[in-house]
């Protein structure tokens, strides 16, 4: 209960002290991408973080707060990743799929994505995730 608890707090304060989350959510919503069923993708991650509470709580004794913290950013970025038009997105960041990229692929390089600061490092973080390029004129941020 109490990690059913925790988890719903830690869920919902992603929009407010996960930076990675809020730069991730922001990269869709600008891409004309914009996945509708936000909370609803919330509400099923929260026992996913909670399973995950408890799997962190069990091997290693104390949980800082923000590796939990991270651990709900990166679970909400799962579950709306499968109502994100991808190909949006990658167009919008300057990137352009090698090959199709699958739902699990796609899945794992938007929460590996929360843990950039800014539009660049999800840029950056997709193209090390996925097997995508720079598109022509659109050259690298840095």
Do not use: N, Y
């Amino acid at each position: 209960m109490l990690a059913d608890a925790l988890a719903r707090f830690l869920v919902a304060r992603c929009e407010s002290h996960h930076a990675g989350w809020r730069v991730v959510r922001q990269v869709v919503v600008d891409s004309a991408a914009d996945a509708t069923p936000w909370e609803k993708c919330a509400r099923r991650a929260i026992p996913l973080v909670a399973a995950d509470l408890l799997s962190l709580s069990g091997a290693e004794g104390r949980t800082p707060l923000h590796r939990a913290q991270h651990l709900a950013a990166q679970r909400r970025a799962e579950e709306i990743a499968p109502h994100v038009d991808q190909a949006r997105v990658l167009k919008d960041l300057g990137l352009e799929p090698a090959a199709d990229v699958d739902e699990d692929s796609w899945r794992a390089a938007i929460a590996g994505a929360v843990k950039a600061r800014s539009r660049e490092q999800v840029a950056r973080a997709l193209e090390d995730s996925l097997e995508v390029s720079r598109t022509a004129g659109d050259p690298d941020p840095e």
